[in-house]
């Protein structure tokens, strides 16, 4: 795997340091500090102290990742709505799990992106996807093609400046047009659930009303924490959980699983510094609801 930035800057700096300011992780740099790849300064290899001058560009060569054997592979379809050299954006449809697990062990998003690269003789195959999605939940995922990606994604993660905004079908009906949901959320021992308490983990969520009807309401929802079940918890300790939410306590008499969707993704591309953005239209059973 190979990239190349321009430094732009006025003052000399250290080639960490630059990248760093891109969203490299010390994991990563120290890597191919090691020896798993290598770093040139006007197309010459350098060492990893080295300065870079205003105008110079920097390229960082690393071994590609060969596939994990515990992965197994499925060619099944994907959906791929954008694919580069570094990112796949996949639209994963409502019942598809995103990772294998003790109940599903193959056909998930990764055990197809995995297929998927190996199909296409990519020279690596060990993808890793930067958001998941819950089995039951559709819509927009983002999958690194190699861990150079993820780790140059991983700070928007962690500071949470990736644009993530949802649609979800809640029970009820709103006075106000846009709310914050500000509540913590914890485990609950042994289960799936999460529940809202005291000793949680902080968790934001913010919504605008699009919609209304008779027992319903349509809100887009910008997460601005990445807490489990977040959504879903949020809108059950207002009282308005999610159409089809068997956990949560949503009717179930309209959809047999939680109307939510991931309908838009953006985030800084580290490679290129330009703003990707998506977006995925609605599942025929959202629209069913509100016809």
């Known amino acids: 795997m190979e990239a190349s930035w321009q430094y732009t800057g006025d003052e000399p700096i250290k080639i960490k340091k630059f990248l760093q300011s891109l969203g490299m992780g010390h994991r990563l740099f120290n890597d191919i500090k090691k020896g798993e790849g290598e770093f040139l300064v006007d197309h010459r290899p ?23 054997p515990t992965v197994a592979v499925s060619h099944d379809p994907l959906k791929i709505v ?10 994963k449809p409502a019942g598809m799990t995103s990772i294998p697990g003790p109940s599903v062990a193959n056909g998930t998003v990764l055990n197809r992106v995995v297929g998927y690269l190996l199909d296409h003789q990519s020279p690596d195959q060990r993808p890793h996807l930067i958001t998941r999605l819950d089995r039951d939940t559709g819509g927009l995922l983002l999958v690194a093609k190699h861990h150079v990606a993820s780790s140059m994604i991983s700070q928007q993660v962690q500071q949470h400046q990736m644009l993530k905004e949802y649609t979800a079908i809640v029970g009820g009906n709103f006075t106000a047009d846009h709310g914050t949901i500000d509540k913590p959320i914890a485990r609950v021992a042994d289960q799936a659930r999460r529940v809202v308490a005291a000793d949680g983990q902080t ?32 809108f059950a300790a207002i009282g308005h959980p999610l159409i089809g939410d068997t956990l949560y306590g949503g009717d179930t008499s309209k959809a047999d699983h939680q109307l939510l969707h991931a309908s838009r993704l953006a985030f800084l591309d580290p490679f290129t510094r330009r703003e990707l953005s998506f977006t995925s239209p609605l599942p025929a059973n959202f629209n069913d609801i509100m016809a």
């Open 46 to 68: 350098v060492r990893p102290t080295t300065k870079i001058l205003p105008n110079q560009p920097l390229t960082i060569k690393v071994k590609p990742e060969p596939a994990d």
């Open 203 to 234: 968790a934001l969520t913010e919504y605008w009303v699009e919609g209304q009807g008779e027992g319903w309401a349509r809100v887009r929802v910008r997460l601005h924490t990445g807490r489990t079940h977040q959504i879903r918890v949020h």
């Open 82 to 91: 954008y694919e580069d050299d570094n990112w796949l954006v996949v639209d």
